[in-house]
């Protein structure tokens, strides 16, 4: 809370008038950068490369809630539930998506989830770490290797299945 409280140039009292602890301040950010996801994971399909952009939008605006959210919260046991409902609700889009787009996937329904859950730790991991250490002038060259990425790993997918 002194770090914070220095950071932002207020006195440390200010802050435990609105948080009682540092545990209840980084439940206020993790909730508030869930419900930014959520938000964002319920907006209509408008393909790849426009939704990519909007997740990218949202990293970018919020980088180091979104470090707390996928960093600290994956080794967190305490804390681990605000990255499981991210990583679930990237894993059951994606799985829609492979199976409104693939029939021989939409009837195997194991592989499906393979690829689901293979292609959502893949986009965590990237779109995190470009957010760490990508600049955003470049977003746009990273947003199309991001898409060439998994359209490689698609079209290795479908030879599979």
Request: glycine share 4%.
């Amino acid at each position: 809370m002194d770090t914070l409280a220095v950071a932002l140039g207020i006195p440390k009292q200010v802050l435990y008038r609105h948080f009682s602890s540092k545990d209840e301040l980084i439940h206020t950010i993790l909730q508030r950068m869930s419900a930014l996801w959520r938000e964002l994971q319920s907006r209509p399909w408008k393909g790849l490369g426009r939704n990519l952009r909007e997740v990218i939008s949202l990293a970018r605006a919020n980088p180091n809630e979104l470090k707390i959210l996928v960093r600290h919260c994956a080794s967190d046991p305490e804390l681990r539930h605000y990255f499981d409902a991210l990583h679930s609700g990237i894993v059951k889009k994606t799985d829609d998506l492979l199976a409104e787009t693939n029939p021989r996937l939409a009837q195997d329904t194991m592989l499906r989830g393979l690829c689901a859950h293979a292609g959502a730790g893949f986009l965590i991991d990237v779109v995190f770490w470009w957010i760490e250490h990508g600049e955003a002038e470049r977003d746009e060259s990273f947003l199309a290797w991001a898409m060439q990425s998994l359209a490689a790993l698609y079209d290795r997918w479908m030879i599979i299945a």
